[in-house]
């Protein structure tokens, strides 16, 4: 799979770190993907987060 990202750099730079993660589905601080706890965890595709979105 290949998700191709368009950044206005400077834009990106005032997205709060929530934000940030949301757009790219990885938490900032490990890598790890949003629906696991940790970078060995499989991605599940169909979780969603607390406002009904898909993570």
């Known amino acids: 799979m290949i998700r191709r990202i368009e950044m206005n750099l400077d834009k990106w730079d005032e997205?709060?770190?929530?934000?940030?993660?949301?757009?790219l589905g990885r938490r900032q601080s490990d890598g790890s993907a949003l629906s696991g706890d940790s970078l060995s965890n499989p991605v599940?595709?169909?979780a969603v987060g607390g406002m009904g979105l898909r993570v």
């Open 15 to 23: 997205v709060d770190r929530t934000g940030r993660e949301f757009a």
């Open 44 to 46: 599940d595709l169909q």
